[in-house]
């Protein structure tokens, strides 16, 4: 089973400010990592992913994230946040299967509330 | 392209009435998926489906049903609805291969 940590409900920062939202993970199998964006009041949009290769991923919105096996994180960074960028970001795994579906294991969620 | 729909796009339900949340995808994608948001929990996964004819239960089935009688439609059956499942229902899908899940709109259910 998989477990996903994200350590902060909030964050408040000030437009043109960096940002990092961390996120934490658990699992006895090789995962697969993903960020979404929840808007208000609309659906889930997919940020970026990590599935192999370079650890540094870079996504939509200048968004970028970072795994690190050794910590088991996943931390979303921007350099310089917009008013726009205000949204509830949800971190997830997927555990590494072949012939079953890939389930997601959420995290509960960090709200990024950018403020002039 | 329309994507992924739910219908209703919001519900207000007495508790003990069965209802039927709806899901439709025209992205022809092989697995289907139903999860529940609720504050402080994130979402979590109901039921899904790998494939049209098969389905699959997720970290909370209870109280919760749903068929795949095709590719584009995964209905979630509440049979007889509690306040506990107040909570704002996501549908996703995914093509076989890929490991990106596409969200619905959502369909905010209140449970009195």
């Known amino acids: 089973a998989q477990s996903v940590t994200q350590l902060d409900s909030q964050v408040p920062v000030f437009e043109e400010a960096p940002v990092e939202l961390r996120c934490n993970y658990s699992?006895?199998?090789?995962?697969?990592l993903f960020w979404y964006v929840q808007y208000p009041n609309q659906g889930l949009q997919l940020l970026l992913k990590y599935l192999s290769g370079s650890t540094l991923v870079k996504g939509i919105n200048g968004f970028e994230a970072e795994f690190n096996k050794s910590q088991t994180s996943f931390h979303l960074r921007k350099p310089s946040v917009h008013i726009s960028d205000t949204a509830e970001y949800f971190c997830a795994v997927s555990a590494i299967h072949t012939g079953t579906a890939s389930k997601l294991t959420f995290g509960t969620g960090t709200r990024l509330q950018v403020t002039l | 392209t329309a994507g992924i729909t739910q219908a209703p796009t919001s519900q207000i339900l007495a508790a003990g009435r069965s209802m039927t949340l709806r899901c439709t995808q025209d992205m022809r994608h092989n697995a289907m998926y139903w999860y529940r948001q609720d504050l402080g929990l994130g979402l979590r996964l109901i039921h899904y489906?790998?494939?049209?004819?098969?389905?699959g239960k997720g970290e909370v089935p209870d109280g919760y049903s749903v068929s795949r009688a095709n590719t584009d439609d995964f209905p979630l059956t509440l049979a007889s609805a509690v306040p506990s499942q107040t909570s704002v229902y996501f549908c996703?899908?995914?093509?076989?291969?890929?490991?990106?899940?596409?969200f619905g709109p959502g369909t905010r259910l209140t449970v009195l």
């Open positions: 699992s006895s199998v090789s995962v697969y």
């Open positions: 996703a899908s995914r093509l076989a291969g890929s490991d990106t899940q596409y």
């Open positions: 489906s790998n494939t049209a004819g098969t389905t």
